[in-house]
C-alpha cells in the first residue's frame, strides 16, 4: 500500500519531524497532487502544518487552468496556497525553456519558505524520475555524476528539500489516485 511505502520511505531517509511545516510543491500533475493527499493523510497523526504552493510558468495559453486547479483543490482540503505566476520566456535567455522554469519554479519555493518561515518544502518526484534523471545524465556523458540520482533530502540555500514519493512508482501514484 502506498502509505505503507510512504511512511518507510519518510522514515528511512528523515525526511519528516512531528511538527514540521512543510510547503508542498503543487503542479496541478498525479505526482504532486498524491502528494498533497497523502502528506495531508499524515498532518493531524504527525502535527504537520501544510501549505501548497504553484507557480504559472506561462508556458501553454491554458496554463492558468492549472492555477485554478490547485487553487480549487486546496480551498476543499482547506490547504492554504500561495499561487504565482511568471512568464518564463521572457526570463530565459540563457539554457532550456525547462530548465528556466525549473529554477523559477525552486526559486519561488524558497522565497515562500523563507517568508513563511517553513520547515521544509515537499516536491513530488518519484521512482521513475530517479531512472529519468540517471539515464539522461549518463547519454549527456555526464560521467560517474550521471550515476547519481535525485537525493531524497538536500539542502538547499538553507531550505530542505524532501521527496517523499522517491520510492514510489508512477504506476502505484496513479492507482492511488484513482
Do not use: W
Not at 508542498?24 to 498533497?36: E, F, K, R
Not at 521572457?90 to 519561488?108: I, T
Amino acid at each position: 500500500m502506498i502509505t505503507e511505502k510512504l511512511n518507510k520511505t519518510i522514515r528511512k531517509y528523515g525526511l519528516i519531524n512531528s511538527g514540521d511545516f512543510i510547503i508542498i510543491g503543487l503542479s496541478g500533475g498525479p505526482d504532486s497532487v498524491a502528494l498533497l493527499y497523502l502528506l495531508k493523510s499524515l498532518s493531524v497523526s504527525a502535527g504537520l502544518k501544510l501549505h501548497a504552493a504553484h507557480l504559472d510558468h506561462m508556458l501553454r495559453k491554458d496554463s492558468h487552468k492549472d492555477a485554478e486547479f490547485v487553487k480549487n483543490l486546496c480551498i476543499k482540503l482547506k490547504i492554504p496556497v500561495t499561487i504565482g505566476k511568471l512568464d518564463v520566456k521572457l526570463f530565459s535567455p540563457k539554457g532550456s525553456v525547462e530548465q528556466n522554469a525549473r529554477n523559477a519554479r525552486l526559486n519561488f519555493l524558497l522565497g515562500l519558505a523563507k517568508k513563511i518561515n517553513a520547515d521544509k518544502i515537499a516536491l513530488g518526484h518519484n521512482l521513475d524520475d530517479q531512472a529519468e534523471t540517471v539515464l539522461m545524465r549518463i547519454l549527456r556523458g555526464s560521467g560517474l555524476y550521471g550515476l547519481c540520482a535525485i537525493a531524497p533530502k538536500r539542502e538547499i540555500r538553507g531550505a530542505s528539500v524532501i521527496r517523499p514519493l522517491i520510492d514510489i512508482s508512477r504506476r502505484e501514484i496513479e492507482t492511488y489516485l484513482k
